[in-house]
């Protein structure tokens, strides 16, 4: 993500090596949501304030929609 300057913050996102074994699918939309929570710094997106609708809603804003879980 890119840096905020001086004051900012910047993020690190960590993936489960797991996710080589899902689809690409939800490969995609699990990275999707991922860099939207570093994208909302783990916040709510417009009237949304869960963090988590946020995520993915933004995901599905980026083309990522929200896939069933594939794992346990
Ligand atoms: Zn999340």
Same mark, same amino acid.
């Given at each position: ?28 939309? !699990?990275?999707?949501? =991922?860099? /939207?929570?570093?994208? #909302? ?6 009237? !949304?304030?869960?963090? =988590?609708? /946020?995520?993915?809603? #933004? ?10 879980? =594939?794992?346990?």
């Amino acid at each position: 993500m890119p840096l905020l300057g001086p004051s900012g913050t910047s993020r690190c996102i960590v993936l489960k090596p797991r996710l080589e074994q899902c689809s690409h699918e939800f490969s995609c939309y !699990i990275i999707a949501h =991922e860099f /939207a929570h570093a994208h #909302l710094h783990n916040g709510g997106w417009g009237e !949304i304030t869960d963090r =988590e609708d /946020a995520a993915d809603a #933004l995901a599905q804003h980026w083309g990522f929609p929200k896939q069933p879980f =594939e794992w346990s």
